[in-house]
């Protein structure tokens, strides 16, 4: 069975930090590459960041570039998303998904975990 899970939300303040963490089993870790989305309410889902299954790279939105840092554990197939300086519209469901390529489709999404940034 497919599982991508995501401990590791909950509540802080603006300009404080969270670490989301992903745990995959029940595919190949090393074959896909592994993205963070996210969905605030009332507005779509968005990529937040990726890392490519074939040479590491990693890829960040505008929004978090600076203050996010994505990082992997191949040996315990875990990725990690450290969130510094949050903001207000940091606020989301955070989803970790399991893809061909950074830029191409979703095999499997994670159940999301709720971050809060309260002002």
């Known amino acids: 069975e497919v599982q991508l899970v995501e401990p590791g939300g909950g509540l802080v303040q603006a300009g404080g930090s969270l670490r989301l963490s992903c745990a995959a089993s029940?595919?190949?870790?090393?074959?896909?590459?592994i993205g963070w989305f996210r969905q605030a309410p009332g507005k779509e889902r968005e990529g937040v960041s990726c890392i490519s299954s074939s040479d590491g790279s990693t890829y960040y939105a505008d929004s978090g570039k600076g203050r996010f840092t994505f990082s992997s554990d191949n040996a315990k197939n875990t990725v990690y998303l450290q969130m510094n300086s949050l903001k207000p519209e940091d606020t989301a469901v955070y989803y970790c998904?399991?893809?061909?390529?950074?830029?191409?489709?979703?095999?499997?999404w994670g159940q999301g975990t709720q971050v809060t940034v309260s002002s």
């Open positions: 998904a399991a893809l061909t390529a950074c830029d191409d489709d979703v095999h499997y």
């Open positions: 029940g595919f190949t870790f090393d074959d896909y590459a």
